[in-house]
């Protein structure tokens, strides 16, 4: 569960980029986070992976209320939570399977359970017999795969998928959106933020759009107008 309970964040300049925000998200629930740029969507998934502080307001993710957290937890907090960027941020000198080790190595994994773990995951994104490619010997829909294969191998709870498809032609976006999907139906919880229309249009779930620093609509099943 995700409470963010009249949330706003003023940044040091004194930018307000989210005006006493309430968004309430359950388990599994796949959400669509619309809104043009500079509404505030960036900083809204900044406060979930607590890379920000909200200036007031209460932020609870899966039951741990983020006023309470001490500095040394975020990184555990942030293993809970998977994202994944429009530039995929791919480490260049290492392959499929490495980028996506590195992420269990981090986290102090051993070399069993990533040898176990890391072909499972690269299946389930579709990236099988892969293993061994450079990110610059990849397309940007495999690019992408090995992105999300990336921030799921830790089995997070929540996947943050920011504007993951802006960098991908129609065919590859949508085997992208196909796969959030197929990973939400899994029971991950998904939180895509995405300027493409047509895609919140078909995907008919729940899109909250977001308007200068406050929730301008929340609606269950989007039919969304720019
Ligand atoms: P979006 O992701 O929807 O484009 P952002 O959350 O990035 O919106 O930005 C919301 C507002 O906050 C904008 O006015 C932006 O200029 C401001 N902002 C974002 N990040 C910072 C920052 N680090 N310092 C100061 N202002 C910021």
């Known amino acids: 569960m995700i409470l963010f309970d009249r949330v706003t964040k003023m940044y040091p300049n004194k930018s307000m980029a989210l005006s006493g925000i309430n968004v309430h998200i359950q388990p599994k629930e796949f959400v669509t986070i619309v809104g043009s740029s500079g509404a505030g969507k960036s900083t809204l998934i900044k406060l979930l992976t607590r890379e920000e502080v909200q200036t007031s307001g209460k932020i609870i993710v899966g039951g741990v209320?983020?006023?309470?957290?001490?500095?040394?937890?975020v990184p555990h907090l942030r293993r809970r939570i998977g994202v994944v960027f429009q530039d995929f941020k791919l480490l260049p000198g290492r392959n499929v399977f490495e980028n996506v080790a590195?992420?269990?190595e981090v986290s102090g994994y051993r070399g069993r359970?990533?040898?176990r773990s890391v072909p499972k995951v690269l299946q389930l994104v579709g990236l099988k017999g892969k293993d061994?490619?450079?990110p610059e010997e990849l397309s940007g829909g495999e690019r992408q795969r090995v992105a999300i294969?990336?921030?799921?191998v830790r089995q997070p709870k929540i996947l943050i998928a920011?504007?993951?498809?802006?960098?991908l032609d129609p065919k590859n976006a949508w085997e992208i959106i196909e796969l959030l999907l197929k990973i939400n139906r899994f029971g991950t919880t998904v939180l895509l933020t995405t300027h493409n229309k047509e895609i919140v249009n078909a995907l008919k779930r729940r899109v909250i759009?977001?308007?200068?620093?406050?929730i301008a609509k929340d609606e269950e099943i989007g039919r969304y107008a720019i």
């Open 209 to 214: 759009t977001i308007n200068r620093g406050r």
């Open 65 to 73: 209320d983020y006023d309470t957290i001490e500095k040394g937890k």
């Open 149 to 152: 294969a990336r921030a799921l």
């Open 162 to 167: 920011d504007e993951p498809t802006g960098n």
């Open 132 to 134: 061994s490619n450079f």
């Open 102 to 104: 590195f992420a269990l």
């Open 113 to 115: 359970e990533i040898k």
